[in-house]
């Protein structure tokens, strides 16, 4: 157990055991139970079919075609504490693999799954969150929230400040989307499900530790947060000092009505031992040598990068509506911590069973195009390679995804999910491809 971990859980013993005896003689003080908040399985069973192929690097997509099936597992549970303190702690586990090793596209057709073909991580549960979060209410009127993932039940004021502090995914707090949010339950393509120009801090399964402040107001929210990166490029391992590496993001939320529209501005600046592209070119085209970005990694550089983010219900309550997503970063250092792409603008629809006498059914469509820097793209041509790229060359395209789900409500705890994706230009290479991708999912969900 790490030294971080170690020092985390003497804070929130400590905190439980100051806040018990409250808990158990005051009258206005909450009683400290642990409460299970849910649980979740997921399967996918996904086909890649055969692509055009003329050259291949190790990290391509598979030309002969791939079949993969994964498992997702998760327990979730909260504590409500005395000085309106909630503790949270989430373990998982993951079993299974991607097709084609989960490499050779910047948009990952099952976003459920650890990218298992270029780290080497254990099939053993592991704690996923262990944070706390602190409430400061700035009014009286409240609203009743239900309980759910990392979500205790009770009443809430609208008007507070949020903290949260410990281990976390930063898109549990940043990027969210109502039609486009769940690999679970919606799109299963990463590049539908967020913004994929959004390099966030995280490690190879998709978890840093953190800080999250945010001011909630009617109308309008504003979220900041800090985050500990990893210390080489989809790595495991995170840097203990926020002074030598971190992930910085600054969200403004603006939805005048709770179930109306919402448009999201996000910025993120990432610090750490980052490789830069055309310093690896330029030391290749003097040695003769194969570029690699990850052998110039060096201290206190930086990646930045902007987002824009939309949903608009327009019927059945909200469970019909439209979204988008629109991303940029710089593209002059390595891609870092989340996937390869450096522009991404995708957009879709989801449409409610309702219409067919199936309300708990939904309907997804969306489209995402994603592309590179130009010394990006360069850096592959010459056969660099990147984290999830690398065909050995590069005749550049944008990548063009497509992607189709129909999630049908077996009963309250059971979705089946078909899923078709189509994806022209994989990797970035007009060479190869186009990739056909058919899946199934399948997601228990208690309660």
Known sequence: MSATLIRRRKIVSCLLLAALPLAA???????FIPQWLGAQYTFVDQHQSRVHSPYSGPLSLKAEGSTARSHTFGAYFGIALPWHLEYYWDVEMFKGEGVSNATGLGGLTNGDIIR????SLGKRPYVARD???????????????????????????IR?????????????????????????TQFMNWSLWNNTAWDFAADTRGYTDGV???????GWALRYGIYRMP??????ALVKSLGVASGQQLELTLQPHPDGWALRFLGYYNKGSLGIYQQAIQIAQLTGQSPDVHAEDARGRHKFGFGINGELPVADNGDTGFFMRAGWNDGHTESFNFTEVDRLLSGGFQLSGAHW?????RLGVGIAVEGLSRVHAQYLQIGGDGFLLGDGTLRYGP???????????????LTLSPDLQFIRNPGYNRDRGPARFAGLRAHLQFP
Do not use: C
Request: aromatic fraction near 8%; charge should be negative.
């Open 25 to 31: 003689h005051a009258d206005d003080a909450p009683l």
């Open 116 to 119: 298992s073909g270029v780290a």
């Open 131 to 157: 944070y706390l979060r602190w409430v400061l209410p700035l009014g009286d009127e409240t609203a009743e929230v239900v309980r759910g993932q990392d979500q205790l039940p009770g009443h809430q004021a």
């Open 160 to 184: 507070h400040i949020e903290v949260k502090i410990g281990l976390m995914a930063v898109n549990d707090d940043f990027d969210k989307n109502r039609y486009a949010n769940s690999t679970r």
């Open 212 to 218: 999250m402040i945010g001011w909630m107001m009617p």
């Open 231 to 236: 210390a080489e490029a989809n790595g495991q």
């Open 357 to 361: 006498h199936r309300s708990d059914d």
């Open 399 to 413: 990548e063009q995804i497509a992607e189709v789900y129909y999630n049908i409500a077996v009963f309250d705890q």
